[in-house]
């Protein structure tokens, strides 16, 4: 038994040449809420933060996303298509997108913005890091409307049969990720983001919480074909996942302690 994959067209419609697409429809919808809340918090008093500021972030940001995404897709899981082909890269008409790769890129952005703004470069990534987990949500329900990176074989009850995916049910895994690593991370952020908190920790969460759910869903996620398990054991993505599970960590220990310590020295 199996649930039956929704008909959706993954093109809302076209002029001309010019296609729109739900998949890029799913990301406006997730800058967009980003743009809303950044500027909500920037409104809070002694936030910091300007709507100009804001918006040149979120530029900045933006860019990281693209580019990191693209050269971290093609680094990761298509680096021998790569080297015979140095132009792969810009040949973003045949899709392929990392979240890895994004994520680094919206960390030089970051580290960029606070150079350029004089902020801290870690305050920058509290204010930044809750904007993200709706756009992962939006986007993982574009990947499930296109019906690709759909996830492994399974007979559960809520499983499709996917279009490109075989006869076979699969695991609706991007709504796995959608939930998690969009909806719940969200909500873990800014429960978490309410109280004051060292400079460093919210950003560490994130880095954490995507990590290791990102971990987890692998389970449940097809790998990549061409690529395929590590000794049969460890997917990808898990592989990119566990820097981030580290770091965050080892960020929000950072955080915790330096400010244990500022307030020793302040007490003494």
Same mark, same amino acid.
């Given at each position: 038994m199996a649930l039956q994959f929704p008909e959706i067209d993954p093109i809302i419609f076209s002029i001309g040449p010019l296609s729109v697409r739900w998949y890029g429809v799913m990301y406006l919808i997730g800058f967009t809420f980003a743009m809303w809340l950044a500027n909500r918090q920037a409104e809070k008093p002694n936030s910091g933060w300007t709507k100009e500021q804001v918006s040149d972030m979120l530029f900045y940001g933006m860019l990281g996303v693209i580019l990191g995404g693209r050269i971290g897709y093609v680094l990761f899981y298509q680096f021998g298509h790569f080297i015979e082909n140095p132009l792969y890269l810009f040949r973003i008409d045949q899709g392929g997108m990392? $979240?890895?790769? #994004?994520? +680094?890129?919206?960390?030089?952005?970051?580290?960029?913005? @606070?150079?350029?703004?004089?902020?801290?470069?870690?305050?920058?990534?509290?204010?930044?890091?809750?904007?993200?987990?709706?756009?992962?949500?939006?986007?993982?329900?574009?990947? $499930?409307?296109? #019906?690709? +990176?759909?996830?492994?074989?399974?007979?559960?009850?809520? @499983?499709?049969?996917?279009?490109?995916?075989?006869?076979?049910?699969?695991?609706?895994s991007q709504l796995y990720e959608a939930f998690f690593e969009g909806l719940v991370l969200f909500i873990i952020l800014i429960w978490f983001a309410k109280k004051p908190r060292p400079a460093g920790s919210v950003a560490g969460l994130f880095l954490l919480g995507y990590g290791a759910f990102r971990f987890g869903i692998e389970y449940f996620r097809e790998p990549d074909a061409h690529i395929g398990l590590y000794a049969g054991v460890i997917s990808q993505g898990q592989i990119l996942s566990l820097p981030m599970v580290v770091a965050g960590a080892a960020l929000m220990a950072w955080a915790y302690k330096s400010k244990s310590e500022t307030q020793s020295q302040v007490s003494n």
């Open positions: 990392s $979240f890895h790769g #994004g994520a +680094l890129g919206v960390i030089a952005a970051i580290i960029i913005f @606070a150079i350029r703004t004089q902020k801290s470069i870690l305050s920058v990534g509290d204010f930044v890091v809750p904007l993200v987990p709706v756009g992962l949500l939006a986007g993982r329900i574009g990947n $499930f409307i296109n #019906g690709e +990176l759909w996830g492994r074989t399974t007979d559960v009850s809520w @499983a499709f049969v996917f279009p490109t995916g075989g006869p076979l049910p699969r695991h609706p």
